[in-house]
């Protein structure tokens, strides 16, 4: 999926931020990752490693999972094909205005990490 779907999508010199499930670290990942985007992904394994366990401060974790899951699953899924369009349709709806919320949420979230020295801190 990230090499035939994502990657293609990506502008020149994205950096590229890894998740924490553990299928994502398998060594063909890896390789993948090191070989697309040479110095330029985080996550375990990486040169630029990320802090570890730092949920807060990933977008993808403290806001678009949740939101995804609350609305895909809203309804019954009938079908892999019903899933798929529920999905696409969500991500349809994400707006400018939504974004925006979510990177001043990032900001904040930032800011608490830095006041603290990376201390651990509970958001919610």
Request: with cysteine; net charge negative; aromatic share 10%.
């Amino acid at each position: 999926m990230l090499q035939l779907y994502a990657v293609p999508q990506f502008p020149e010199g994205a950096i590229f931020q890894q998740d924490g499930a553990p299928p994502h670290h398998g060594n063909i990942v890896r390789e993948f990752l090191d070989t697309t985007f040479p110095q330029r992904w985080i996550g375990r394994g990486a040169v630029m490693a990320s802090p570890p366990q730092s949920p807060d401060i990933t977008p993808l974790d403290f806001y678009l999972w949740d939101y995804l899951k609350q609305h895909v699953y809203s309804e019954r899924i009938n079908d892999d094909k019903n899933l798929k369009q529920r999905i696409t349709d969500v991500i349809h709806c994400v707006t400018p205005d939504v974004l925006t919320r979510v990177w001043e949420e990032l900001d904040y979230r930032l800011d608490v990490c830095r006041a603290t020295d990376g201390a651990h801190i509970e958001l919610r």
